[in-house]
Structures are given as structure tokens and as C-alpha cells.
């Protein structure tokens, strides 16, 4: 019976025009995010290899230097956008691009792209992902309005009930025809952004891809399921079909549209970002309160620990006291080693206030599940936030190797030297930048709860589309 | 019937329904939120400019001061070398705030409005050190009058007057309505007119007292200007969506047509066509990558070091009256740094002004496309109204620049040959000033769009009348 049910609504799906029409404008509309986002992402990979290489160059190029002036000189970490960032590039849009690596201090990531796009941009995102976040619920919506409530004005409920179909066949039918009209659309668009991302000349294992994929198509889906419950419930409950739709568009309009950029907003007030001179001036004072004084134990431990590293054995503090050292070398190590926990700590409390805003965004997913997938989505592409992050962790470990090597050469080879030139060839002492993106299961992690969020939604939808449409139909 | 007929027909048949009064109240306090979210955003930015001005102040007063004992007391006052050199003066700038700067955050959340001018800096990471916003809210953007203007004024009309004709004709009762000696024309109109102007007074309402309550930073005297210039701004928006939902009506369609059509529209209007034409003109007009600036003024900043003894002397060979008899004051390294900084952005100026040429061919190409979109013609009036627009924080950035390229030709002679800045030249150089010169040309450049809008609405109004003339009642016989 079931399948009978299955078959007609699936042809009355498919003889709407209405539904012809929008499923063309979100492929055509899917297609040409995809190229632009595809467009975008090749052209910043290869902007970023690109200045990598110069960078590279310019650096092994700097002659007899001073190694300190050379780590004022610094590196630059560019980031490489993840693969399926031409599905979802997330906030990449709103991320600096690259982390300029120097002496004494972290810096943030710099270069928004989109401080560079034009202004109109700022109204919507045109990527895949970004399209099925608006599309896909007015899509579900389009087809489930009518469900219940259409059939009820026309009269052709009652006759299908009389007929012996179960409420539950029909609930099932229309749930299942409806749904997958939208997780095919869905799933389509994840796939053929995967299959490009698979040939992304990143170093990011297939596997990884695909894993991320699947979680991508799970994640629409569980929304996509919720959109249809939320259909079917409004359908059921409501009188008219043009009453059902006005209400949906209403659930629509709010929560793709004004939620999310409520929740953002009240989440910027509740954990507001101080503005970056204030966050450099904090850094500053933060920095000076937490570095030991000279002669204090705590700074003769870190002058310890760094002789010893620089020559690789333990050094007693006696022993060290003799040694033939550059003092003006050491002094900048052990102020590396010092800073280096109270520019991390404050960092920390920096990306705490990211996440403390994210948890206000999911408290408003609760009223709107499209944050939630925004929050997933983006978190499976690799372009969320705690990417971000890593990304940014990892250059704070590259710079600490590269200052360590310079003030290292300087501390040994430099003794006795007022002025001390590292050799031409030394630079090429310095390691490369080699970025490994996270796996996967990072992304799991962070988008968890966004994920059990959208299953509660989903859950809670359907059960109560099922319960009130069994309840109105019965009665 | 008289006009209050109309009105409180209208007030019992759908605006005075307990559903339509909690979507005007929703729409109210949404309003009252973007207001106050415009407001929390422009005094933070408030904040953020007194805090750098202080400091900036601070550390120029502590520099004047040394100066100041320098030149009292020579070589017995014991100061670092460095004291008076021009390398150590900073200077404030900041963008001020526009009058209507709370009613539009526009590109004021990613654009630098603040920076401090150094010659230690190059101008590479004058602006570039501010990044530390959240970019998850930046993406989502923020919720401000102009956002709920633009995007839920059409969404509360469509809703509230889809089916202002269109429901009678679904219920089989338009014939009846007019049987009654009304014609359609008046009918209409007037429901139109009615409820869509019950939207637009609650609009204007709660902007007049935002206006009024959050005039703080500025008089109302300031503010009132362009307020009146976003207030026939919104008028003719709301206009022009009454013109499409008049249009859509006259189509005399079920009013499941009308709302698909309308929200179609709507979709278009203010999200496809803006998002897809930004796509296409950035990928027609790409601006150069600011990766490859930044790999150019490094690679420049290792040239000119590897180089700098040449640069010097060609430096000095420029300036030759900074040199006789002159003995250095100031550090060597003082006058490598500036060297060296110096070389980075003359160098990497023509990159800067090839994003600046880039920018203007796609803003212009943005002039062609926006009468595509009334949501495009309305965000950058509004933008400009609220002083957010790229446009104008790009001028800002630049006259920053060439206030620095100004400053560093003016005291760099003396940095080279290693002169202090006297306090009385120190004195004689103004300070940073935004020159706000552009604002007039730039919104005399919506003028002709929104007469466009406005001959959209005379031209819909005239096709909608016509269509009236010829309406036929379903279900009525003729």
C-alpha cells in the first residue's frame, strides 16, 4: 500500500511545476556557486603556494644577517583552504589567509578576503552551501504545505481514508517522497563537490574526504527530515493550504533569514571581542606582568632549560655561569620560553570568547536549525573556526622552532660578539612550514552537538507531525 | 466610502487581527533590536577611537616632554639617543562617525575606521593588525536597521497584502464585495494602500524614535538630513514593493500564485541577484591578491636591506643640504629602519593603487548592475547615508597613507642625516584629518537609481490601472 501511496506522490511532486521550477533554479543556482566557489578555492591555493615559494626564497636569500633582525624578518605561514571549502567555505571569507611568523610575538591571522569583496556581497553567501541552506527548506516547504491541508480542501483526504489506507501509510508515504526530494538534492550537490574536491591538490587523504562527505550528507539529511516534519505538522494543524504556507514561509523567513543573524548578534554582545588595539595593548601588559624578572629563579630555570636545549644535554646552573655564551642570545631565548605560555593563555582567553559566542548560537539553534547546520557544514568542510585554530596553533609551534633556531645560533656561535652575522647558508638551517590539515574526527568533535542538536530537531519534528496528524486525521 | 471607511474596514477584516497585531509587534521589536544592535556596534567603535586617541596622546606627551628637556638642557639632559627622532612620533587617525552611523554597520565591522601612523611601520601592517573579530559573526552578519529594511520590509508587505484581493476571489466573494457599489479600482487600492501604509507608518515610527532617543554622539540637527534622505529612501523601497505586489494582484491569480510569485520575487531581488552579481563581478574583476602584495614587500624589504648603503647614498644625494655640517644625533639603525620602510611602500604603493583601480571598476560596474536589484540600490544608498561604505573606508585608508608618504618626505632628510625633529617644526605639522570630500558626489550617485525605482513604480501603477479596467470577477458572468 505503502509503495502505491509512494508512487502518486511522487508523481504529483513531479507534475508540479512549481517544484520543476525551484529544483532548476537550486541546480543552476547549486552549479554556479559550485564553479565560483571552485574558482575561488583553486585561485587561493595557488595564491598561497605561490607567495609560500617567494617567501621561501626570500628568506634563504637574506645574506649575512643578524639572526634576531632575521627573526624580526620572520616567515609567513599561508593557509591552505581545505578541499571542500568549495563547498562550504565557511567563514574562510572572514579569516586572515596568513599568520606572519616573527620574533616576540604572536600574530593573528591577517588578510580577510572579505575585506577585498564588494560591500553587496555581505547580503547573501553564494556558495553550494550556502544555497541549500536557504533553498533547501523552502524547497521541503513547497512540497509539504499542501500535503494534508491541500487534500483536505479538495475533499480527496476523506475519500483516501474511506478507502482503507492507513493514516500511518499516508503520513509515511508523503514523509518519505518529500524528504527525499530533498536529501537527492542535497546528496547530489555534496557528491559532486567531493569528486572535485578528490582531485584538490592539497595533502588531504581521500579518505578523510570522503569521511567528511558522508557526514555532510548525513547532517543535510537530518535537517532535511526535520523540514519535512515541520511540513507535515503545519499541513496536518492548518485548515488551508494557503494558511499552511504562509506559516511555513514564516517559520522559513525567521529562521534562515533573522535568527541567525539575531544569534550572531546577541552572541557578539554577550561575549563581546575587544577591538584589536585594545586586544595588542591587553597583550602587552599581559606579557610584561607574566615574564620573571632577571635573577629570579624562575628566569635562571628558563636560562637552564635553554642552554640545555641549544646544546642538547643537561647543564647544571654553575656549569652555565662559566660557559662561553652570546648573553644577548640567551636573554631573547629565555624571553621566548617566558612569553611563550602568557601569549598562549592569552590567546586561549581570546578563543574562548569565539566559543563561548558559538555556544550562544546554539542555544538560538534550538529555535532555528539552520544555525546549527551552518555549524556542522562548515565544520565538516574543514572551514570552521576550530580549523582555523589549528591552523593557527601550528604556526605558533613553527614560529617557536623558527626563533628557537636563530637565537640558538646566535647563543652559541655568537659569544663574545657585539655584533654576530649568521652565515648566508644558514637560513637554510630554518625549517619550511609544512601544514597538515586535521583529520576528521576533529571536525566530529566540533560539530558534535550542532549534529545531536539537528537530530533532536529532527526527532522532535516528526514525532510531532506524526502525532497531531494521526490525531487530526482520526478525528 | 470615505477614507475612514476604508481604514476601519481594513482594521477589522486583517490589520486589528489578533495575527496580524503579533506580526506587527514582531516586527516592532525586531526593529527596536537592530536599532539597538547599530547603536552597541557605533559605540564600540566610539570607544575603541577615544581609547587610541588617548594613547596615541600619552606616548606623544612623554615624546614632547623629552624633547622639550633636550632642548633645554643639550647633552646634560640624560635621555635615550633616540629622544626627539621622527621615527618615534605616531599619530591618530580615525574615520568619524557619520550622523546616522548607527542605522548601518555595513563594511564597518571588517573595514579599518583606526590606525596609528608610524615610520617603523610599512604600510603593509598599518591596518592589517586589527583582525581579531569573530568571523563566524562577521559571516552571518550583523542585524541592523539597513538589514531589516532590506530584507524584511518586502517580507512583512508580501505577508501582510498578498491576498488582499486575492482572498475574496478564493472565498467566492469579490463579486458579492463589489455588488455592494465598489468599484475595483477603489477597492483595490485603497486595501493596498491601507495595510501597506500600516507597515510603512510602523517603520517610520520607530525610526523617528531611534532617532530621537539614540542621538547622543550626534545633534539631531546633524542627524536630521540624512535621515530624511533614508526616510524617502525607504519610502520609495516600500513603494516599490507595493508596485510588485500591485502587479502580482492584478494578475488576479489564486493567492497560492501570489505568494509563490511574490516570495520568488522577493528571493531574486534581494538575495540572488546580489549574491550571484558579486560572484560574477569579482571573478570578472579580481583585484590583485594581497598574498602577492605582501610577497612583494617582503621581497623588497630583503632587497633594500641587502642594499642599503646605496639606498642611503642615493637618499642623500637627494636631500644634500641635510648633510653639511651636520653631525648624527640619532642611532644608526633609526635611520635603517626608516630606509628600509620607506623603500617597502614606494615600492609596494603600485600594488596598493592597482586594488584601489580594481575596486573602482567593479564599484562601477556595481553603478550598471544595481538596477537589477532595488535591495542593491537601497543597502549602498544606505551605507553611504551611515558612513559605512567600503567606498569610504577605502578613502580612508588611502589618505592615511599619503598623510604617512607626506610625513615621511617631510622629516626623512632628517632621519637620514640623523637630526631630531625641533619642537617648533614638530609643532608646525597638522595632525591626520579625514577629508570627507567624497560624501556629496557619493550620494548624488543614487539619485538616478532611485528615480529609476520611482518611474518602476509610476510605470507599475500605470500597467496595474489598465489591468484593472479590464478585470474580470471569477466566476462572474459578464
Known amino acids: ?475 | 466610502m470615505t477614507s475612514g471607511d476604508w481604514i476601519s474596514a481594513e482594521w477589522k477584516l486583517n490589520i486589528g487581527r489578533p495575527s496580524s497585531l503579533v506580526i506587527f509587534l514582531a516586527f516592532a521589536g525586531l526593529l527596536i533590536y537592530a536599532a539597538f544592535n547599530g547603536h552597541s556596534h557605533l559605540e564600540n567603535r566610539m570607544q575603541a577611537i577615544d581609547r587610541h586617541q588617548a594613547e596615541i596622546e600619552q606616548t606623544m606627551s612623554s615624546w614632547r616632554d623629552n624633547l622639550a628637556l633636550k632642548e633645554s638642557l643639550g647633552a646634560q639632559a640624560d635621555l635615550s639617543p633616540r629622544t626627539g627622532s621622527a621615527m618615534d612620533v605616531r599619530f591618530s587617525t580615525y574615520l568619524p562617525q557619520a550622523p546616522l552611523a548607527d542605522f548601518a554597520i555595513g563594511q564597518a565591522d571588517i573595514l579599518p575606521y583606526l590606525a596609528a601612523i608610524s615610520l617603523s611601520d610599512p604600510d603593509i601592517r598599518m591596518f592589517s593588525r586589527y583582525e581579531f573579530d569573530d568571523p563566524i559573526s562577521l559571516l552571518l552578519g550583523s542585524f541592523d536597521l539597513s538589514t531589516a529594511i532590506v530584507v524584511l520590509l518586502p517580507l512583512l508587505l508580501i505577508v501582510l497584502c498578498f491576498d488582499f484581493i486575492s482572498s475574496d476571489r478564493d472565498a467566492n466573494r469579490l463579486g458579492l464585495t463589489l455588488s455592494q457599489g465598489i468599484g475595483i479600482s477603489s477597492l483595490f487600492w485603497s486595501r493596498l494602500l491601507i495595510r501597506s501604509g500600516s507597515v510603512v507608518a510602523v517603520l517610520i515610527m520607530m525610526m523617528v524614535l531611534v532617532l530621537l532617543i539614540q542621538s547622543g554622539y550626534a545633534s539631531i540637527s546633524e542627524r536630521i538630513n540624512p535621515f530624511l534622505v533614508w526616510t524617502a529612501t525607504t519610502v520609495i523601497y516600500a513603494g516599490f514593493w507595493v508596485a510588485v505586489i500591485a502587479w502580482v494582484a492584478s494578475c488576479n491569480k489564486r493567492s497560492e500564485f501570489n505568494i509563490m510569485a511574490l516570495l520568488s520575487l522577493w528571493l531574486a531581488f534581494v538575495f540572488i541577484v546580489p549574491s550571484g552579481s558579486s560572484a560574477i563581478l569579482e571573478t570578472v574583476y579580481p583585484t590583485p591578491t594581497r598574498l602577492a602584495y605582501l610577497a612583494e614587500a617582503r621581497e623588497t624589504e630583503n632587497e633594500t636591506r641587502l642594499q642599503e648603503s646605496e639606498i642611503a647614498n642615493q637618499f642623500i644625494l637627494d636631500h644634500p643640504e641635510m648633510l653639511v655640517n651636520e653631525a648624527a644625533e640619532i642611532p644608526a639603525f633609526l635611520r635603517s629602519s626608516f630606509l628600509v620602510t620607506n623603500t617597502v611602500d614606494q615600492a609596494t604603493r603600485p600594488i596598493l593603487d592597482e586594488f584601489e583601480a580594481a575596486a573602482q571598476r567593479r564599484e562601477a560596474s556595481v553603478g550598471v548592475i544595481r538596477y537589477l536589484s532595488p535591495a542593491i540600490i537601497v543597502h549602498g544608498l544606505f551605507n553611504d547615508l551611515a558612513g559605512t561604505s567600503a567606498g569610504r573606508h577605502h578613502s580612508y585608508m588611502q589618505q592615511v597613507r599619503e598623510f604617512k608618504a607626506a610625513y615621511a618626505d617631510r622629516v626623512g632628510p632628517g632621519i637620514v642625516a640623523g637630526q631630531p625633529l625641533s619642537m617648533a617644526e614638530f609643532e608646525s605639522i597638522e595632525g591626520f584629518r579625514f577629508q570627507e570630500n567624497a560624501r556629496v558626489g557619493a550620494l548624488g550617485n543614487h539619485l538616478l537609481p532611485l528615480l529609476f525605482l520611482f518611474a518602476l513604480i509610476v510605470v507599475a501603477v500605470v500597467v496595474v490601472n489598465r489591468r484593472l479596467a479590464s478585470f474580470r470577477v471569477v466566476g462572474q458572468s459578464d
Open chain 1, 1 to 475: 500500500m505503502i509503495s502505491h501511496i509512494m508512487r502518486k506522490e511522487a508523481m504529483e511532486v513531479s507534475r508540479d511545476g512549481r517544484t520543476r521550477l525551484l529544483a532548476v533554479i537550486v541546480l543552476l543556482l547549486g552549479l554556479t556557486g559550485l564553479l565560483a566557489g571552485w574558482a575561488n578555492y583553486t585561485d587561493q591555493q595557488r595564491n598561497a603556494m605561490f607567495a609560500q615559494e617567494i617567501d621561501q626564497n626570500v628568506f634563504l636569500d637574506q645574506g649575512e644577517k643578524n639572526p634576531h633582525s632575521a627573526a624580526h624578518f620572520g616567515r609567513m605561514a599561508y593557509k591552505p583552504a581545505p578541499p571542500l571549502a568549495s563547498f562550504d567555505p565557511g567563514a574562510a571569507q572572514f579569516m586572515g589567509q596568513v599568520i606572519w611568523l616573527e620574533a616576540h610575538q604572536r600574530n593573528p591571522a591577517m588578510f580577510r578576503p572579505a575585506a577585498d569583496s564588494l560591500e553587496l556581497s555581505r547580503l547573501s553567501s553564494f556558495s553550494v552551501a550556502g544555497i541549500l541552506a536557504v533553498f533547501l527548506p523552502l524547497l521541503v516547504f513547497l512540497l509539504g504545505y499542501a500535503a494534508f491541508a491541500g487534500e483536505r480542501e479538495r475533499g480527496t483526504l476523506r475519500q483516501t481514508l474511506a478507502s482503507g489506507t492507513s493514516v500511518g501509510a499516508l503520513f509515511t508515504a508523503k514523509f518519505v517522497v518529500i524528504a527525499s526530494a530533498g536529501v537527492v538534492l542535497a546528496t547530489v550537490s555534496i557528491v559532486v563537490s567531493t569528486v572535485m574536491a578528490l582531485f584538490a591538490p592539497v595533502s588531504l587523504s581521500a579518505a578523510d574526504t570522503l569521511i567528511r562527505a558522508f557526514w555532510l550528507i548525513c547532517v543535510y539529511a537530518v535537517y532535511v527530515v526535520g523540514l519535512t516534519g515541520f511540513a507535515l505538522l503545519v499541513s496536518s494543524l492548518c485548515r488551508h493550504a494557503k494558511t499552511a504556507l504562509l506559516v511555513l514561509l514564516g517559520i522559513w523567513a525567521v529562521s534562515v533569514m533573522v535568527l541567525p543573524r539575531i544569534g550572531a548578534g546577541v552572541a557578539a554582545q554577550v561575549h563581546p571581542i575587544p577591538d584589536g588595539a585594545q586586544v595588542w595593548r591587553e597583550l602587552r601588559a599581559s606579557v610584561a606582568e607574566n615574564r620573571a624578572a632577571p635573577g629570579t629563579p624562575e628566569y635562571r630555570a628558563a636560562e637552564q632549560f635553554v642552554v640545555s636545549r641549544a646544546l642538547g644535554r643537561d647543564v647544571s646552573l654553575a656549569e652555565m655561569d662559566n660557559m662561553d655564551l652570546n648573553s644577548s642570545g640567551l636573554r631573547l631565548e629565555v624571553n621566548e620560553v617566558l612569553d611563550y605560555a602568557a601569549l598562549n593563555a592569552f590567546y586561549t582567553d581570546i578563543y574562548a570568547k569565539y566559543y563561548g559566542q558559538r555556544e550562544i548560537r546554539r542555544w538560538f539553534s534550538l529555535l532555528s536549525p539552520t544555525i546549527a547546520l551552518q555549524h556542522a557544514s562548515s565544520a565538516f568542510s574543514g572551514t570552521d573556526f576550530v580549523a582555523h585554530q589549528h591552523f593557527a596553533d601550528s604556526a605558533e609551534l613553527q614560529r617557536n622552532e623558527i626563533v628557537r633556531v636563530m637565537n640558538e645560533d646566535m647563543l652559541i656561535h655568537g659569544a663574545g660578539m657585539t655584533t654576530y652575522l649568521s652565515d648566508a647558508e644558514f637560513w637554510e638551517n630554518v625549517p619550511d612550514f609544512e601544514y597538515v590539515f586535521p583529520s576528521a574526527s576533529l571536525s566530529l568533535r566540533s560539530a558534535l552537538l550542532d549534529f545531536v542538536v539537528l537530530l533532536l530537531w529532527g526527532a522532535l519534528a516528526s514525532w510531532l507531525a506524526w502525532t497531531f496528524t494521526r490525531r487530526r486525521l482520526a478525528s
